[in-house]
C-alpha cells in the first residue's frame, strides 16, 4: 500500500510539484463530499460559453481556487468556469494551473461518473502566443464515480492512478498505466458532424462494419478513463457547423489529457492531424476539435477525416 505522496517522492518528483498536487488532491476530496452530500441545482447564472452553471460548477470551482491560493506555489489560474485568468499575490512559486472543475456536469442529475481535470504550467509568465505543452509538465484528472480516482502524469514519469481509501488517503491503485497501438473500443463524439462531415460518418461506418464496441458515456472524463483503465480505445469531439473549432477546451480538457495520454503511450491530434501540445494558445477559452487515444487507431480517424 503506497500513499500518493511516498510514490511521487520515490519517482523523485519535486517538493514544489509534489505540495501543489496534495492541494489538488484535496479539493478533489472537498468536491467530492460535496457531490455526495446531491447539492446538484442549478444556478441563475452562465460560464462564457453560454451554459447553464450548476451550484456544484461554481462550488467546485472555487474549492480548486482557494487550494490553489493556499499551495503558495502558483501565481495564475484559469477556470472554465472563470471568464478571465486569477492572479495570487502571496505566491512563492511561478506555477500556472488550468482546470476544469467539474466535467460531465450535464451527467449529475443521472448520477454518472464525472471528473475534474487539471494542466499545470511550470513557468505561468503569459502562456498566451506559446504552444500549450510547453512548459506544462504535469496533468491529472479525478473521477467521481462509485469509487474516487486520481490519475496523475509527471512529465518523463508516466501516468499514475490512486485510489481514495475510506480514511480519505489516495493510495496507488495502479502504477505505469499504458495504452495499445491498436483498439476494439470507440467513443465516438459529436455524432451530428456526420450531417455535415460524410467522412466522419464514413469512419463511423469503418468502425460499425470492423466489429468495434462502443463506450460511451457522454463525459469526457469518464470516456478517456474508460480508454485509459481499458489499456485501449479512441474518443473522438471533431469540428461541426454549431462548433467550428470544436467544443472542448484547449487549456482545461484537450491539452492535459493529451499530456496524460502521451505520457500513457497514447496520441491526441486535433482534425489536421497535429500534436495538441503543438497548438499556439491565443485565448483561454480557446477550443479544439480532438481525436485522442490508442496512437494507430487515431492515425486512421484522422486519415479518414483528411483524405476521403
Ligand atoms: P463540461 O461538463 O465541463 O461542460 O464538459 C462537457 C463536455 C465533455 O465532458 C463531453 O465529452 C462533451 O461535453 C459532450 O458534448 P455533447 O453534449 O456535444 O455530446
Ligand atoms: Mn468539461
Ligand atoms: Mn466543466
New binding site residues.
Partial sequence: MQSFNHFLREKGVSNEVRSLLYHIARSVKYINFSIRAGNTGKCESQNL?G?NQLKLDVSADKTIADELEKSELVTVIAS?EKDKPEKFKSSRGNFFVAY?P?????LVDANLAIGSIFGIWENADNILGKKVGENLIASCYAVYGPRITLTIAIKDKGAHEFELNDVGEFILSREKVEIENQSKYFAP??LRACLNNPNYKKWVDFAIENKKTLRYS????P?LHHILSKGQGIFC?PRDKKHVEG??RLLF?CAPFTFIFQEANGIGLNQEGKNILDTVVEDFHQTTPIFIGSKEEIQTVVKFLRKH
Avoid: I
Wanted: net charge negative.
Fill in positions: 460559453f451554459e472554465e476544469d467539474l466535467d460531465g456536469s450535464s463524439g459529436n457522454g463525459g469526457m472524463v470516456d469531439y467544443k472542448l480538457e
